[in-house]
Nanobody, 120 residues
Framework: VQLVESGGGSVQAGGSLRLSCAAS?????MGWFRQAPGKEREGVAT???????NYADSVKGRSTISRGNPTNTLYLHMNSLKPEDTAMYYC???????????????????WGQGTQVTVS
């Protein structure tokens, strides 16, 4: 499965953006992860085949993950952005697991190249 992200950029604090990820194939779980300089990669949100979602506490209430069927496109809409949201955001896909492996990025088999989000 090949994944290609788009939609990153620079935004002001309090703003919003939507990330998109085009997938060449279909997997049970898909998710968004992020990695800031000097920090470990962390889960932002995941979604399973049936549309069940999971969110990190840091983005809960101001983010929405969704996936299109059968377009195999993954989205992440984020509102009320904060400077601490600044990171490289990655789209990923894998098999089924608890919370679609929100806290276990090592379980994800397929990764996109990433898209930078900078909030100032």
């Amino acid at each position: 499965v090949q994944l290609v992200e788009s939609g990153g950029g620079s935004v002001q604090a309090g703003g919003s953006l939507r990330l998109s990820c085009a997938a060449s194939g279909y997997t049970y779980c898909m998710g968004w992860f992020r990695q800031a300089p000097g920090k470990e990669r962390e889960g932002v949100a995941t979604i399973d085949r049936d549309g069940s979602t999971n969110y990190a506490d840091s983005v809960k209430g101001r983010s929405t993950i969704s996936r299109g069927n059968p377009t195999n496109t993954l989205y992440l809409h984020m509102n009320s952005l904060k400077p601490e949201d600044t990171a490289m955001y990655y789209c990923a896909a894998t098999y089924a697991g608890p919370d679609c492996w929100l806290r276990s990025p090592d379980k994800y088999l397929h990764w996109g190249q990433g898209t930078q989000v900078t909030v100032s």
